[in-house]
């Protein structure tokens, strides 16, 4: 069955600091994955997505995800995190009907 | 203009009512859904409507009952309502495909009491 694993509950960071976030997918396909944001009180918002192509991808708000086959993975990162950031982030995959699987979220804590 | 409204934004109620929120997209989407985030943030669907037709059913109880009178809306009305079915529910929508991102609502914060 399809399934996404996001290892980290919380995560914390100074700000300034570069940040990566653990996913993993287990899926029989070539799957496309994305990541989400949630602000607190607020829906979840598109950060990127990967389909096919370059396994490198660029995301709004200077983030960036790399596709890796052979580790079933799909790290987000950030270069230098900001105190905005603070958010709960989502990974998930498509599994070829329109239903996303979501993984449990990684609560991120930008500390000044 | 707001792509996916959902309202009303909080609800309170006593076990045993009956309760509805609604949701309306202006992207001009085909595919709306339902999904349920419990207290520890996990996010599970619920149902899909592509073009007003029912295509995702998640062993959702009976007492849940989606409507959609048109491509644009998705109602979700739950009869009988239970402790259990406190949890934020968020609308959503995409275009047709799974490798369409979903748009999401603010959500709907459900409290019962």
């Known amino acids: 069955a399809q399934s996404v694993t996001q290892p980290d509950i919380h995560i914390t960071v100074s700000e300034g600091a570069s940040l990566e976030l653990r996913c993993n997918y287990s899926y029989g396909a070539t799957p496309y994955l994305f990541w989400y944001v949630q602000s607190p009180g607020q829906g979840l918002q598109l950060l990127l997505k990967?389909?096919?192509?370059?396994?490198l991808v660029q995301g709004i708000k200077g983030f960036e995800a790399e596709f890796k086959r052979s580790q079933s993975s799909f790290n987000l990162r950030k270069p230098s995190v900001h105190w905005s950031d603070a958010a709960e982030y989502f990974c998930a995959v498509g599994t070829g009907t329109d239903k996303l699987i979501f993984g449990t979220g990684t609560r991120l804590q930008v500390f000044p | 203009d707001t792509a996916v409204s959902q309202t009303p934004k909080y609800l309170v109620t006593q076990m045993g009512n009956d309760k509805s929120i609604k949701c309306e997209q202006n992207?001009?989407?085909?595919?709306m859904y339902w999904y349920k985030q419990d207290s520890k943030k996990f996010l599970k669907i619920m149902f899909s409507y592509n073009n007003k037709e029912l295509i995702i059913n998640e062993t959702v109880p009976n007492r849940f009952s989606p409507k959609s009178p048109d491509k644009a809306h998705l109602n979700l009305h739950i009869n009988s309502l239970e402790l259990g079915d406190s949890a934020v529910y968020f609308c959503?929508?995409?275009?047709?495909?799974?490798?369409?991102?979903?748009?999401f609502g603010n959500g709907t914060r459900l409290t019962v009491t």
């Open positions: 959503a929508s995409s275009k047709t495909g799974s490798d369409s991102p979903l748009h």
């Open positions: 992207l001009g989407h085909d595919t």
């Open positions: 990967y389909f096919s192509g370059d396994t």
